[in-house]
């Protein structure tokens, strides 16, 4: 027990190694830019002003999606989803699996879960205790349930889902931004340096070594970025990419395609200037999520009358309780 202990507690301290991996290359490149570069190596005023100001920009963003995508804890699913005590009792005191099924199922029904196991079984954590919203999964590094679960990020430390996707997304566009703007602005003077236009001394080492780290981590970036660009296009997740949403009609990669235009929505919010800011906009609780087409009548896991119990969100209410048999979204065109 104490042996466990011990090597969680070692796995813990060494997750945090890519994070200061990366935090120390963030603040050696505000050095070698700012004091090296802008300080010691230009000469023209009117630059050195603009580089330092929009670098300044740029290096803020930069840090504080970064910051955000680190220390915003992942959402975990609400109560609502949690075993009472007496269906606890009663799910571990019952050896026939059948009637475990059966025992899930009947608490399934009164929840808006609609996407099922592959096996077509209600989704439970067993670790958790819980039965699993739509799109969430359990994250063994975490050792918890994530809404909306994407993946867990080494470089952040942190499980990417619902409540901090959208930070990780601005976190990959400003570092790119920022790596572009190093090596646009450094360029001119690696070349100068190498040309011999420039005396040797500390200044010409780190503004070689800027740009070839600008550029490296702007190549690696870009494929990153480019990759969650077309999953927030398809409003997919990491997950769901690899391994679709299974619903009662079976696994259907478009099943939260709702458009382009809405699968921004979903992550970004509907008022457009707050998408580049690090503030929490997405749409929805997390739990529940709209579909491109949903019928009551092909899910087993919905009862026809009382759908969600009186602590569901107004959304969940509206959504679950409607007499129209059917929801469908319309979507883009």
């Given at each position: 027990m104490a042996l466990s202990r011990g090597l969680r507690c070692c796995q813990r301290i060494f997750s945090w190694i890519p994070v200061i991996i990366i935090t120390m290359v963030m603040l050696w490149s505000y050095y070698a830019y700012v004091f090296e570069l802008c300080l010691f190596t230009i000469t023209n005023g009117f630059e050195k002003v603009a580089y330092l100001a929009v670098f300044h920009v740029c290096f803020v963003m930069f840090a504080w999606t970064y910051w955000k995508s680190i220390f915003t804890p992942p959402s975990q699913p609400s109560k609502q989803f949690h075993m009472s005590y007496s269906d606890k009792e009663r799910y571990e005191n019952e050896e026939r699996s059948e009637v475990q099924k059966q025992i899930l199922l009947d608490i399934a029904k009164r929840l808006p879960v609609y996407t099922r196991a592959a096996s077509g079984?209600?989704?439970f954590c067993d670790r958790c205790q819980v039965i699993k919203p739509d799109r969430c999964h359990h994250c063994s590094l975490c050792e918890m349930c994530v809404l909306k679960m994407d993946h867990h990020c080494p470089w952040v430390n942190n499980c990417i889902g619902f409540s901090n996707y959208k930070f990780f997304l601005l976190f990959l566009t400003y570092a790119m931004v920022y790596c572009v703007f190093i090596a646009s602005t450094v360029l001119?003077?690696?070349i100068k340096f190498w040309a011999g236009e420039?005396?040797?001394?500390?200044?010409k080492f780190h503004v070689l070594f800027l740009l070839f780290v600008a550029l490296m981590f702007f190549v690696?970036?870009?494929f990153l970025f480019g990759y969650h660009c077309w999953l927030v296009a398809k409003n997919r997740s990491t997950l769901e990419a690899f391994q679709?949403?299974?619903?009662?009609?079976?696994?259907?990669?478009?099943?939260?395609?709702?458009?382009?235009?809405?699968n921004l929505q979903q992550v970004f919010g509907e008022d457009r200037k707050y998408w580049?800011?690090?503030t929490f906009t997405s749409l929805g609780d997390g739990h529940f999520f709209p579909m491109r087409f949903l019928s009551e009548s092909?899910?087993?896991?919905?009862a026809s009358e009382e759908q969600c119990e009186d602590g569901g969100s107004d959304e969940e209410n509206y959504i679950l309780r409607r007499g129209d048999p059917s929801v469908t979204i319309e979507l883009d065109t």
């Amino acid at each position: 027990m104490a042996l466990s202990r011990g090597l969680r507690c070692c796995q813990r301290i060494f997750s945090w190694i890519p994070v200061i991996i990366i935090t120390m290359v963030m603040l050696w490149s505000y050095y070698a830019y700012v004091f090296e570069l802008c300080l010691f190596t230009i000469t023209n005023g009117f630059e050195k002003v603009a580089y330092l100001a929009v670098f300044h920009v740029c290096f803020v963003m930069f840090a504080w999606t970064y910051w955000k995508s680190i220390f915003t804890p992942p959402s975990q699913p609400s109560k609502q989803f949690h075993m009472s005590y007496s269906d606890k009792e009663r799910y571990e005191n019952e050896e026939r699996s059948e009637v475990q099924k059966q025992i899930l199922l009947d608490i399934a029904k009164r929840l808006p879960v609609y996407t099922r196991a592959a096996s077509g079984a209600v989704r439970f954590c067993d670790r958790c205790q819980v039965i699993k919203p739509d799109r969430c999964h359990h994250c063994s590094l975490c050792e918890m349930c994530v809404l909306k679960m994407d993946h867990h990020c080494p470089w952040v430390n942190n499980c990417i889902g619902f409540s901090n996707y959208k930070f990780f997304l601005l976190f990959l566009t400003y570092a790119m931004v920022y790596c572009v703007f190093i090596a646009s602005t450094v360029l001119q003077y690696f070349i100068k340096f190498w040309a011999g236009e420039l005396p040797n001394g500390h200044a010409k080492f780190h503004v070689l070594f800027l740009l070839f780290v600008a550029l490296m981590f702007f190549v690696s970036l870009m494929f990153l970025f480019g990759y969650h660009c077309w999953l927030v296009a398809k409003n997919r997740s990491t997950l769901e990419a690899f391994q679709y949403p299974t619903f009662h009609n079976g696994p259907d990669k478009n099943g939260f395609n709702l458009g382009f235009s809405k699968n921004l929505q979903q992550v970004f919010g509907e008022d457009r200037k707050y998408w580049f800011i690090p503030t929490f906009t997405s749409l929805g609780d997390g739990h529940f999520f709209p579909m491109r087409f949903l019928s009551e009548s092909r899910n087993p896991l919905l009862a026809s009358e009382e759908q969600c119990e009186d602590g569901g969100s107004d959304e969940e209410n509206y959504i679950l309780r409607r007499g129209d048999p059917s929801v469908t979204i319309e979507l883009d065109t």
